[in-house]
C-alpha cells in the first residue's frame, strides 16, 4: 500500500491531517513524549520510522551499549526494530524499516503503536537507571531472553 494513502487513513482515525512534508518526512508525537519520524524513500517503497531514544552517556558506555546491542538481538527486546547510534548528533535512535508493497493500513497502524510501546519501555529503563547500571552479569532481558527461546543459533 502507498504510504501516503496509509498516513492519510491514519490521519483519519486520528482526528488529523498527517501527510509527508516537501521531504518525505512525517513527525507524529504520541502522549507528548514520544516524537516518531516516519520517512519514505524516494520511491515511496521503503519506510523508516525512528525516534531519538537519547543521547550517548558520558561516562558507563560499555554496560549501556551491551544492553542495547543484546536487545537487538533478533528484534528480541526491540519488536524487530533495532538501536543504532547517530554519531553526527550523539544519540541512539530506535529504528525499524518497513517495505511498504508488503504491508497494509492495519500492519503499518500495528507496527506504529508496537514501535511506540517498545520507544516507551526503553525511556523508562533509561529513566529508571537500568541502562547505565555497570553489572558483571550478562546485560540480557528476561523478556529478550524468552522471545529468543525460538530460535536456533548453529
Known amino acids: 500500500m502507498n504510504i501516503r494513502d496509509v498516513l492519510a487513513e491514519l490521519g483519519h482515525q486520528m482526528g488529523l491531517n498527517v501527510t509527508?512534508?516537501?521531504?518525505?518526512?512525517?513527525?507524529?508525537v504520541f502522549d507528548e513524549r514520544f516524537a516518531v519520524d516516519i520517512e519514505a524513500s524516494p520511491d515511496?517503497?521503503?519506510?523508516?520510522l525512528y525516534s531519538v531514544l537519547c543521547p550517548v552517556p558520558p561516562e558507563?558506555?560499555?554496560?549501556?551499549?551491551e544492553r542495547l546491542l543484546?536487545?537487538?538481538l533478533f528484534g528480541g527486546d526491540t519488536g524487530g526494530a533495532w538501536f543504532a547510534l547517530d554519531g553526527v548528533h550523539g544519540e541512539v535512535v530506535l529504528n525499524r524499516t518497513l517495505k511498504m508493497?508488503?504491508?497494509d493500513y492495519?500492519?503499518?497502524a500495528d507496527l506504529l503503536e508496537a514501535f511506540v510501546a517498545h520507544l516507551e519501555s526503553w525511556s523508562d529503563k533509561l529513566a529508571g537507571g537500568e541502562l547505565n547500571?555497570?553489572?558483571d552479569a550478562p546485560a540480557?532481558?528476561?523478556a529478550a531472553s524468552d522471545a529468543m527461546s525460538g530460535f536456533i543459533r548453529a
Do not use: I, W
Open 133 to 135: 547500571e555497570s553489572t
Open 140 to 142: 540480557v532481558d528476561r
Open 20 to 28: 509527508l512534508n516537501d521531504e518525505g518526512v512525517c513527525r507524529l
Open 106 to 108: 492495519q500492519d503499518f
Open 60 to 65: 558507563n558506555k560499555e554496560p549501556f551499549y
Open 44 to 48: 515511496n517503497d521503503t519506510v523508516h
Open 70 to 72: 543484546a536487545a537487538n
Open 101 to 103: 508493497t508488503d504491508t
